[in-house]
């Protein structure tokens, strides 16, 4: 198995999806309706981030040849977006792109199971997360690659969903101050990692900068 390509897949989506960060988001969406309510929401979402995941990572490629774009192009704009909500984890605030206006925030608390809207789409499998899984998608070439985007698409789940069944437990421990330092911690991360990705394609649509 390819480690970087592993790291850089697992780190990539665990600072966008950020469980613990989305942890009080979850936990405001079941507030109220008991452990067990909690648990299925947390178990549909493990089906319905996975199921996702498979569809972005087997369509992902064709998406982009129907549309006659470039992986480099795609990479250049999913590398600004990712480093737009990069800076808004760096700034304390939540990217609209993931969680919506303040109108459709209001909508989300409405839902009876949030599990498919809005914690899968948009805030856990929206536009960041859509834009890596395809552009590191694009970066496989082999065999060991293979399986490193898989188990690092894999990993990042497993880490949020084991994060949202502990989310009884976590609450009592996980204070504002431990939020805010994960997050900004997540943002540098994803704004590295995004510059790398913008760079990276860069030098590939405007050669003479590789020079």
Known sequence: MDQALFLKIFAALFAIMNPIANLPVFLSLTADKGAGFERKVAFTLLISLSVGAAIVGLTGDMILKV??????????????????????????EKSKAHHGTPEEQEQHAAQENPAIYPL?????????????????????????????YIAGIAASIAVLIATFFSAPF????????????????????????????MVDSLKVLLPGLAK
């Open 67 to 92: 549309f006659g774009i470039s992986l480099d192009a795609f990479r250049l704009a999913g590398g600004f977006l990712i480093l737009l909500i990069a800076l808004n984890l760096i700034s304390g």
């Open 120 to 148: 899968t789409i948009p805030i856990l499998l929206g536009p960041g997360s859509i834009s890596t899984m395809i552009i590191f998608r694009g970066q496989v070439t082999g065999l060991s690659q293979e399986i490193a």
């Open 170 to 197: 976590l609450s009592r421990f996980l204070g504002q101050t431990a939020t805010s330092v994960m997050s900004r911690l997540m943002g540098m991360i994803l704004a590295a990692i995004a510059m790398e990705m």
